[in-house]
């Protein structure tokens, strides 16, 4: 019933040692244009939401690294990660500004958690992710292979830990292959609906879980959405969420376990000055535990954006609840939490506008209908333009 898929980006650990093209190190030139567009948007004045790619000018060398970025990402291997930035010259406030104008170069920032927040601090402030609303990136602990809820994630690192902290990076297209041809009876199981909780960080209108399947296949293009933590905290937090079953069970061990695999499991460690951006759909992403410096001010420290990418992927349209929209050149993604403000829907719009992207959110409710506590996508009434 279920075939390889072999189209890019399918890559084991080995393709990628050998092939370095994922990793872009900036040149002289690049980072100088990236500094100027940093102090052009900085004299400017605007508010974070009040800002456009335009206040961003970067030159044609920044432009051809970011470019790279979006190749990447979206082709290739579904990663790129940009090198050698010197955060330490800078402020970590002037360091979250440039962060804030590649993202409006690349696509749309999606918010990220209860508070709407459109960056996130990445760093140890002791919580417990595997908890029925906890969140991996305050922690230290060495999280599962997951997807975010957005096209593209990317983690700029101004700080790296005394020690540990390594980025884990597998191709979900690969263990897909790998379990189909292990286990095709699990992989199954896996194209099959879950229930993923949003972690108590949704908006008052939206219910606080909804239905997905962890693999799907649309217009010949493979989609993987794995949250286990968030499969884990729907079971934890609503009793009227069907239990797992024993083999829905096994199958989400076995497609961690195969994640997780030697020959496909890739390592690699960010540097302070490093970008790094991946696809979720086809590549999920992890981290092994970090032990910080005990001083403060030597933190493991991450900025972190999701992004809304122009030429991502349609994705399956019963993943629409939890994307808010399935379609390509679609604004799409995120936690919206409880601090939308008019001036954050409007900044949303016009930054959709900038890059020719549909922005439905919330447009057309009718998308969602409610059984039995869960939500799932309607098949019956079509987004407005």
């Known amino acids: 019933m279920y075939e390889r898929i072999e189209i890019k980006p399918v890559w084991n650990a080995n393709e990628l040692v050998a092939d370095g093209s994922w990793l872009y190190e900036l040149s002289l030139r690049e980072v100088g244009e990236f500094s100027v567009a940093l102090a052009h948007a900085k004299s400017s004045g605007k508010s974070m939401f009040s800002l456009s790619r335009s206040d961003f000018p970067f030159g044609a060398a920044a432009q051809a690294a970011l470019n790279a970025v ?3 990402t979206q082709a290739e291997f579904g990663l790129k990660q940009l090198r050698g930035f010197p955060v330490a010259e800078h402020s970590d ?9 590649v993202g409006l170069y690349l696509g749309v920032p999606r918010p990220q958690g ?18 029925g609303t906890g969140r991996g990136y305050h922690t230290k602990s060495t999280l599962d292979f997951h997807s975010d809820t957005c096209d593209v994630v990317g983690l700029f690192c101004l700080r790296a830990a005394k020690s540990g902290g390594t980025s884990l990076i597998s191709s979900s297209v690969a263990a897909h292959n790998q379990m189909l041809a292990e286990r095709p009876d699990l992989v199954e199981v896996l194209y099959s609906p879950f229930f993923f909780s949003r972690q108590g960080e949704h908006a008052p209108e939206e219910p606080p879980y909804y239905e997905s399947s962890v693999f799907s296949v649309r217009d010949g293009r493979f989609a993987c959405r794995h949250l286990l933590s968030h499969i884990r905290g729907a079971q934890l937090n609503f009793p009227e969420v069907p239990r797992l ?4 069970i096994e199958a989400l061990e076995y497609l961690d376990k195969t994640l997780s695999r030697e020959d496909l499991c890739f390592h690699t460690y960010l540097q302070p000055g490093d970008m790094q951006f991946v696809n979720n759909h086809v590549v999920l992403h992890s981290r092994t535990e970090f032990e910080d410096f005990p001083d403060p001010a030597l933190k493991r420290h991450l900025l972190r954006l999701w992004l809304a990418m122009p030429s991502a992927q349609a994705l399956p349209t019963s993943w629409a609840a939890g994307y808010k929209d399935s ?3 679609s604004v799409r993604g995120g936690f919206r939490g409880v601090r939308i403000t008019d001036e954050i829907m409007s900044f949303e719009r016009r930054l959709a506008k900038e890059h020719d992207m549909a922005f439905r959110i919330y447009e057309d409710l009718e998308r969602y209908v409610h059984l039995g506590g869960g939500v799932v996508a309607s098949q019956t009434t079509s987004a407005k333009a």
């Open 114 to 131: 209860k508070e709407s927040q459109f960056i996130s601090d990445v760093t140890n402030l002791s919580g417990d992710f595997r908890s």
């Open 245 to 248: 079953t024993p083999i829905q």
């Open 327 to 329: 379609e390509a050149r």
């Open 70 to 72: 979006t190749d990447g």
């Open 93 to 101: 406030t002037d360091m979250r500004l440039l962060w804030w104008g």
